[in-house]
């Protein structure tokens, strides 16, 4: 069956240490997304791919790093920079670019915490 | 950047129609208004879509008013398993990139 895959379902990690968090699509969508989710609230966009080798900066990007080297990858890197990294993280995709028209399909989440 | 307001809890009965209302006014012509629900710890599960006329599939069906300023989403018979934070959201264009931007949403439980 075609959809993303979030790996780990739940991560922790010391503060200070890099974390990356791993998405994959076999949706064969175009562009990709993170979102942040915190508890009792909305999703945050924190990065989005709308093509291979290209991403944008959400509203909240900051201590944050993604690359999108294949279609099918949208690796997160929370970085120790980020200063609240402990929340619940989502990848999404949809499957065109600069469509209107274009459901976002969702990952089941990875849930990292910080201590 | 458009936004959505939504109350932030409903209650329905099972068996009853939910009936979940936004606002979008600063919606532009050609954004289209998304329904999304997220069930506790899943990832978000897509509803509906529409521009301007009303919507219907197998989930539920959407009314949108004719000046796109608000949007209802009915599920026609609630049932528990339809507990859930809905989402209302509508595309932001920026440049060349667009991105679609979630609000709180409202968490509307089904009663027995």
């Known amino acids: 069956d075609g959809g993303i895959t979030q790996s780990p379902k739940y991560l922790f990690r010391k503060e200070g240490q890099n974390v990356t968090l791993s998405c994959e699509q076999n949706l064969n969508h175009d562009a990709m997304y993170w979102y942040r989710q915190d508890p009792g609230q909305g999703l945050r966009l924190i990065y989005y791919s709308q093509i291979v080798n290209d991403f944008q900066k959400g509203d909240i990007a900051e201590g944050y790093s993604v690359s999108r080297e294949k279609k099918e990858s949208f690796p997160l890197t929370v970085t120790s920079a980020q200063k609240n990294p402990t929340a619940f993280y989502l990848c999404a995709s949809s499957i065109r670019r600069s469509s209107y028209n274009s459901p976002l399909h969702f990952g089941n989440g990875t849930r990292l915490t910080v201590t | 950047d458009a936004k959505t307001t939504q109350p932030t809890s409903m209650d329905c009965a099972e068996g009853r129609a939910a009936n979940l209302p936004c606002n979008h006014s600063?919606?532009?012509?050609?954004?289209?208004v998304y329904w999304y629900r997220q069930i506790h710890s899943q990832g978000p599960q897509y509803i509906i879509h529409?521009?301007?006329n009303n919507e219907t599939n197998e989930m539920a069906s959407l009314i949108i008013t004719e000046d796109r300023k608000s949007s209802t989403l009915i599920l026609p018979h609630a049932t528990l398993r339809d507990t859930a934070v809905y989402y209302c959201i509508v595309r932001v264009e920026k440049g060349s990139n667009y991105k679609l931007t979630f609000g709180k949403g409202t968490l509307l439980t089904v009663n027995p």
């Open positions: 529409g521009l301007k």
């Open positions: 600063t919606i532009s012509g050609n954004e289209y």
